[in-house]
């Protein structure tokens, strides 16, 4: 594996490869010192174009835990305020010799063209409403956890899917992983063809007793401005995860950050079927993971395949 | 008097025989091997091959069997002059409809300043007849600004030269403002184009709705958004009695609506791209910003629909909407590269490879459609018969190529069929009789 830069690129024993690599690193963040000399002397660059407190500070932490050394770079308040494009702050940043980029940008597809420019092995942490493989990762680690196997297991995404990378992805590495996936949302939230990615869709949470993991994704508070529903009012009544919609063998998700009162009701939160905490920290020893089966394994030197789709179309020759 | 519609820059008439060609011109019913000589810029005579006498002075192109086409028309290219010159000018893109075979092309007005008044409108025909290698026309805004509030000043811009009237790039949104352009084309004539799309739709998105923007996570344009407004503004055209062409259709509804309206005897017409004839949503699926276009790749079942337009006359006319943009707008993530791909040196081989070679449609048919624009235009239709200026293009059906391998004469490189293997290369332009574009390797016999 060069880069993860999207979870279609991991077939099932890989996920379960990097699961596997987590559970031990789990024991590493048990102890007093929490640190292995994994990655000594490597250098990690966070890359982040989007506001991201969990994401980031879990790959900073990840990255340290591994001995690895860290660098921070924010779009805001840098050279791409002043106008300098990803291209030019990836390759003046590349100078540096990364040896993985840790990207969030609000654009599909990022993390390919940046794969292409430099040689650091690329992490793909969000790319607009495209993909967010780590969070897939880590909600597959933690429902491991939790449940054994996804085998068979009924698993209801619920909410803003059409913005949310945390839905595609998760529909894809769910499946992967054996579970049945269903969507649901209101129907102005739920792109038209998603059943194409195999799972099904409802437009109400009549059935969601039928699920065994519901997974709540965070109603963004801008969607309600462009009338993708009517008022949060209205959404909250018929698609929040409460304690009268959840079964108490059912067990809650949500990516974060959570909007109480929204997607989610206060009790559900706090109530021991959640285990959002334990996705974030998850994230930590998963990214973990991703780092050292990037850094640390037989890492080839061959480039990833081209982003570029037809065969019969390689590079254009400069005019 | 008013202006005519195209201008070119300076020219030298040509003394030609090119012998033994196979010269293909569907209006003219013309399909057989014969010798052509052009004198003074114009088709003199066409005989056996091998039957004329080849003069002293004249410059001898040995054909072998070669075709000999009309030189091909384009109603829709971006010249980008004014303000845009680091994409494209009049040389640069005029010298790329050349080496695509073309002799003539309609600039479009989306420019910085937005080509809306009499004087830009001058100063850019006063540009073109120094620059540019084949005919120019150019169609002003329909709308001041392109901001669908105002009508431009169309009489005298009319007046000055405009063939017609245009706020491409942008929809007219406003059904109200459409009206009334329509009537003010009782005045002062010239055939009025649109660009559809209803932003309300369309508004987020960067590609296709559908199942590739559904995988990809990228906001998707739904095929409703143009076949919508194509609908509309066939209903308002044909109320008011009032000529339009619909520019760059993407969608089957889109080609039925323009099938309705023309069975009721509207007096529209419309285009269709190489790309949108050629490709569909699932190129986009590699993010490459080449595929990046307005309107956007759609599904397998629209291309079928347009090129089914295509062959029963539904749709008129190929178009390229050649959109050059500068390599660092492109070589960005996909959803924040601007719309277009250029498409003047590539759209007779692509079209050749993809539609004619499988035996979709037939070359005859396929030049009929790169030439049929001139006359939807009220311009003269470029035409292989003794007295007629020479427009030509002297195309080897068999020579194969991978397009952009030896660069572009475009300024812009963001071509979506670049590295693709193709058949049908131009050899020679001749454009108002003069050669406008010459294939380097072509080498010339005698002189």
Request: aromatic share 4%.
């Amino acid at each position: 594996m060069n880069h993860l830069l999207s979870i279609k690129d991991l077939d099932r024993p890989s996920i379960e490869r990097i699961v596997a690599q987590a559970e031990r690193f789990a024991e590493v963040s048990d102890r007093e010192i929490k640190k292995v000399p994994a990655l000594r002397g490597r250098m990690v660059l966070n890359l982040f174009y989007e506001a991201s407190t969990r994401t980031r500070s879990s790959f900073e932490l990840a990255a340290k835990r591994l001995s690895a050394d860290v660098v921070n770079f924010a779009a805001s308040g840098s050279s791409v305020e002043k106008g300098e494009s990803l291209k030019d702050t990836v390759l003046t940043l590349s100078a540096h010799k990364p040896d993985a980029i840790v990207l969030r940008t609000p654009w599909a597809g990022a993390s390919e063209l940046v794969s292409k420019w430099c040689s650091a092995a690329i992490v793909n942490a969000g790319d607009g409403k495209r993909e967010h493989p780590t969070q897939a990762l880590l909600d597959v680690y933690t429902l491991k956890g939790r449940l054994g196997e996804l085998d068979g297991a009924s698993i209801w995404i619920v909410g803003d899917v059409m913005h949310s990378r945390v839905a595609r992805s998760n529909i894809i590495a769910f499946q992967r992983m054996g579970a049945k996936v269903t969507v649901a949302g209101p129907p102005t939230l739920i792109p038209r063809g998603i059943e194409a990615l195999g799972c099904d869709v409802r437009f109400t949470l009549d059935e969601l007793s039928s699920a065994d993991v519901v997974y709540a994704l965070r109603m963004q508070n801008e969607r309600m401005n462009e009338t993708w529903v009517p008022s949060v009012r209205e959404y909250a009544s018929w698609y929040q995860i409460n304690g009268r919609r959840l079964s108490p063998r059912q067990v809650l998700m949500h990516p974060g950050p959570v909007n109480r009162g929204v997607e989610l009701s206060g009790e559900v939160v706090d109530s021991p079927q959640a285990v959002i905490t334990a996705q974030v920290e998850a994230g930590v020893v998963v990214r973990m993971a991703v780092l050292y089966e990037l850094l640390a394994g037989a890492r080839a030197s061959t480039p990833a395949p081209s982003a570029l789709p037809s065969p019969a179309s390689p590079e254009p020759q400069p005019a | 008097m008013a202006a005519h519609p195209l201008v070119h820059g300076p020219r030298t008439a040509v003394d030609l025989l090119l012998r033994d060609v196979h010269v293909l011109d569907p209006r003219a019913l013309i399909d057989a091997r014969h010798d052509v000589r052009v004198r003074g810029g114009e088709v003199a005579e066409l005989g056996d091959p091998g039957g004329l006498a080849h003069d002293p002075g004249e410059e001898l192109i040995e054909g072998r069997g070669q075709h000999l086409l009309p030189a091909f028309f384009d109603p829709h290219v971006h010249l980008r002059v004014p303000g845009q010159e680091h994409k494209e000018d009049l040389d640069s893109g005029t010298r790329a409809a050349a080496a695509g075979g073309y002799a003539g092309v309609i600039a479009m007005p989306n420019t910085d300043p937005v080509l809306d008044s009499a004087p830009l409108l001058r100063s850019l025909r006063e540009t073109a007849a120094r620059e540019a290698r084949i005919s120019v026309g150019f169609m002003p805004a329909i709308t001041r600004g392109l901001n669908g509030e105002q009508l431009s000043e169309m009489a005298e811009l009319r007046h000055e030269g405009a063939v017609g009237f245009t706020d491409d790039g942008k929809p007219v949104t406003s059904a109200g403002m459409l009206r009334k352009a329509l009537q003010y084309q009782r005045l002062c004539g010239g055939v009025i184009a649109l660009h559809e799309e209803d932003p309300t739709l369309s508004r987020g998105g960067s590609m296709h709705e559908g199942a590739v923007s559904v995988a990809l996570g990228i906001g998707g344009i739904p095929t409703i958004s143009e076949s919508t407004m194509v609908a509309r503004d066939a209903a308002i055209a044909g109320y008011e009695d009032a000529r339009v062409h619909f520019q760059h259709l993407s969608c089957v509804a889109s080609v039925q609506a323009v099938a309705e309206a023309k069975a009721k005897g509207f007096r529209v017409s419309t285009e269709a791209s190489p790309h949108h004839l050629l490709l569909t949503e699932e190129d986009v699926r590699g993010m490459d910003t080449r595929m990046k276009m307005n309107p956007p790749l759609a599904t397998e079942q629209d291309r079928q629909a347009l090129i089914e337009g295509l062959r029963s006359g539904t749709i008129d006319c190929v178009a390229t909407d050649h959109a050059p943009h500068a390599r660092e707008e492109k070589e960005v993530p996909f959803e924040q590269a601007p719309m277009g791909t250029t498409g003047l040196e590539t759209a007779f081989a692509a079209l050749y490879t993809g539609l004619v070679l499988p035996g979709v449609l037939e070359l005859a048919l396929l030049v009929e459609r790169m030439t049929a624009a001139a006359a939807l235009y009220e311009l003269p239709t470029y035409t292989i018969a003794p007295g007629e200026p020479a427009n030509l293009t002297l195309v080897d059906l068999d020579a194969e190529f991978v397009a952009g391998e030896r660069g572009w004469e475009s300024r812009s490189e963001n071509c979506c069929f670049a590295g693709r293997r193709l058949r049908g290369k131009v050899l020679l332009t001749v454009a108002g009789g003069a050669v406008v574009y010459r294939e380097r390797a072509f080498s010339v016999v005698g002189a």
